[in-house]
């Protein structure tokens, strides 16, 4: 990349990320200032919450779609610098498909068994009957996580647009895949910030807030960066960075049946230490991914 193409990238980039920030964090901030709430007295999200959370995952795609007018760099579906929403199931990209759907239940499964070693008193057989009415449920359950997930990935879609399908590309091409996904994960995670402020994720009463929540949202969309970004890589699309993305949000997992919160103590108790302990997995397999890269990166091409 000579230095014209590099400063053209990075102008694209900063009319992107501008747009972005502006239309979400107003909406954002508008709703902060208003004094409306994100869930309600039961704990659940309030219908003004929830739509606020939709518009905003909305926000990237179209900051996309705005800066590829303005930048003239077009709106083709797929192919090169393209919006990147082909799906193309051939030469082993089905594999990436399937991580997709099924690693958020590896490493989500592999989060509540790490807080159960930690802290064993918290598993309680009989807890999960106030969660489900029929144990039946609790175990289909990640297989209903993952067909919502498939479902409903249009709605990740509306950040993965964004993120993956147009701020990645870029970074890449700048920084190489492990600084582009640690920089893209740093601008992810400080775009919830308005949110995680208003409870999002971690509520208001933990030890820390909001500044706890500010690193822990960092953190998450670090390492679910790596990922994403990874399987948008391997298949040139952004659709299974959406579907990987929306099982994440259902948080499928069996073992969360049987974790009774009034039996946490100490700094398990305490959601953002929680949080952190809970993708430990993830933030394993991300830097595993990323070694990957960069070996396959700097190993030189057998000659035949």
């Not at 930048?71 to 083709?76: I, V």
């Not at 008193?121 to 609790?138: H, L, P, Q, W, Y």
């Not at 994960?185 to 933990?206: E, K, M, Q, V």
Request: glycine share 10%; charged share 15%.
């Amino acid at each position: 990349m000579d230095n014209n193409q590099r400063k053209a990238e990075i102008k694209s980039l900063l009319i992107y990320l501008g747009i972005t920030f502006a239309v979400s964090w107003a909406m954002f901030f508008l709703f902060l200032i208003s004094g409306n709430r994100l869930f309600d007295e039961s704990g659940g999200m309030s219908g003004v919450g929830n739509l606020i959370c939709t518009f905003g995952m909305l926000c990237p795609a179209a900051g996309a779609i705005i800066t590829r007018s303005i930048t003239k760099e077009g709106h083709s579906l797929s192919g090169e610098n393209s919006l990147m929403l082909g799906i193309d199931l051939k030469n082993g990209k089905i594999v990436f498909y399937l991580i997709a759907v099924f690693l958020p239940w590896i490493y989500t499964e592999l989060g509540n068994l790490l807080k159960i070693i930690i802290q064993p008193g918290c598993f309680d057989r009989e807890f999960f009957k106030t969660a489900v009415s029929d144990i039946r449920g609790a175990y289909m359950f990640p297989l209903m996580a993952f067909v919502s997930g498939v479902f409903f990935s249009i709605g990740g879609l509306g950040e993965e647009l964004g993120w993956r399908g147009y701020m990645m590309p870029k970074l890449t091409d700048l920084f190489g895949f492990t600084k582009s996904a640690i920089i893209g994960g740093i601008i992810w995670g400080i775009w919830h910030w308005p949110l995680t402020y208003a409870g999002h994720n971690f509520g208001t009463d933990y030890k820390g807030y909001p500044w706890a929540g500010f690193a822990g949202m960092v953190f998450l969309c670090v390492i679910m960066g790596i990922m994403l970004s990874f399987v948008t890589l391997k298949t040139g699309s952004v659709w299974p960075a959406a579907i990987m993305h929306a099982v994440n949000n259902a948080s499928p997992s069996i073992l969360q049946f049987f974790i009774n919160p009034e039996k946490v103590k100490g700094m398990m108790s305490n959601s953002a230490v929680s949080f952190f302990i809970h993708f430990i997995p993830l933030m394993i397999i991300s830097v595993f991914v990323c070694i990957a890269q960069n070996r396959k990166i700097k190993s030189p091409k057998k000659r035949k």
